[in-house]
């Protein structure tokens, strides 16, 4: 079974800045998509940003130029740097991966965007 950890999220004000993590316990090269999604309050989750098969990335044009996805193949880390942070990005935000048929979720992180 594949764990999915996230960590990073908090409370910041808007413009500001966070960094998401999220550890796999097994080798990233395994995935055919990882990335994060999102789930604010009463909406659907959505996609913010991932890696597809060949490195490529594909990112919401919500975010498209203020929020950057990483990775560390090393340490089996996915990350999300997060600029220019607005109210409207408030949600829980969730690791992804997919494996043949297996999708798996992290157990999420809060970030809030306030003033």
């Known amino acids: 079974q594949v764990q999915l950890v996230e960590s990073g999220g908090g409370s910041v004000q808007p413009g500001g800045s966070l960094r998401l993590s999220c550890a796999a316990s097994?080798?990233?090269?395994?995935?055919?998509?990882m990335g994060w999604y999102r789930q604010a309050p009463g909406k659907q989750r959505e996609l913010v940003a991932i890696?597809?098969?060949?490195?490529?990335?594909n990112y919401a044009d919500s975010v498209q130029g203020r929020f950057t996805i990483s990775r560390d193949n090393a340490k089996n880390t996915v990350y999300l740097q997060m600029n220019g942070l607005k109210p409207e990005d408030t949600a829980v935000y969730y690791c992804?991966?997919?494996?043949?048929?297996?999708?798996?979720w992290g157990q999420g992180t809060q970030v809030t965007v306030s003033s």
């Open positions: 992804n991966a997919r494996f043949v048929a297996h999708n798996y």
């Open positions: 097994t080798s990233i090269f395994s995935f055919s998509v």
């Open positions: 890696f597809t098969r060949g490195s490529s990335t």
